[in-house]
């Protein structure tokens, strides 16, 4: 299963499902190739919004795994110490935190390799790559946030295609990159190109008329393993 980050792959964020029939849209993906789920985790604190917590990852887990799927969770919260084991005991494949929200972000990286997880840490556009220099080593993960995080549906930041380049060169080559935010099927191509090898999508896979279209057109773009 972890293979599956070192692939290409388009992770549909389900911040964009329709919450009301949130399986449906979920398997809908499942059923189109979607291998890596998003779940976008916001407490209103970090970030103005709140959405998601453990119970729906729980809930998910199921339908997900049995797949063969992963679940990426990426939690833009403050003291996110405080709810790896609770993510990685409801399923969660990856644990994303924030280099921003996070003092003491060596620790909390062991802590979710502990609690049998891959360890993700995302950036905010306006963090530069290299705040990672001391951790790199300890990263399974590294997530490039292309907008600033907090809601879908938002426009891509332009000058991450140059930061993707950049995090890709400073990273070991063991690393996934991910990126997350404005990911369209006009831009995957140059974002794989760049060094990207995992694309999170939320309204470009959710918002139309039909999901399993959606995410094709996407897989298409970006080359995505089958
Ligand atoms: C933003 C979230 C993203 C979001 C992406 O804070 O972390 O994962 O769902 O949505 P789109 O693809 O619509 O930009
Ligand atoms: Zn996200």
């Known amino acids: 299963m972890p293979d599956l980050l070192h692939e290409i792959h388009i992770a549909p964020s389900i911040l964009s499902a ?23 985790v916001m407490d209103g604190h970090f970030v103005p919004n709140i959405t998601i917590g453990p119970l729906i990852v729980t809930a998910l887990q199921p339908l997900v795994h049995g797949a063969g799927a992963l679940i990426d969770v990426h ?8 709810y790896v084991e609770a993510f990685a005991g409801a399923g969660a494949n990856v644990i994303t935190v924030h280099q921003e929200a996070c003092v003491h972000l060596h620790r ?3 802590q979710i390799r502990e609690a049998g997880a891959a360890a993700g840490v995302a950036l ?80 470009s896979v959710f918002g139309g008329q039909d999901i399993g279209e959606q995410y094709a057109a996407l897989a298409q773009a970006a080359g995505e393993a089958v």
């Open 18 to 40: 329709d919450f009301s029939r949130l399986g449906d849209d979920v398997e809908a993906v499942l059923n189109a190739g979607a291998r890596v789920i998003h779940v976008d």
């Open 75 to 82: 939690l833009m919260i403050e003291h996110p110490e405080r």
């Open 108 to 110: 909390v990286l062991m």
């Open 124 to 203: 905010n556009p306006a963090t530069p790559i290299e705040t990672l220099a001391e951790v790199r080593e300890h990263c399974d993960l590294v997530e490039i946030m292309s907008v600033n995080p907090g809601f879908g549906g938002q426009r891509f930041i332009e000058t991450s295609l140059d930061k993707i380049e950049r995090a890709r060169a400073f990273l070991p080559d063991s690393v996934a990159l991910e990126l997350d935010g404005g990911v369209t099927a006009l831009n995957a191509g140059a974002l794989v190109a760049a060094g990207a090898n995992l694309l999170v999508a939320g309204s």
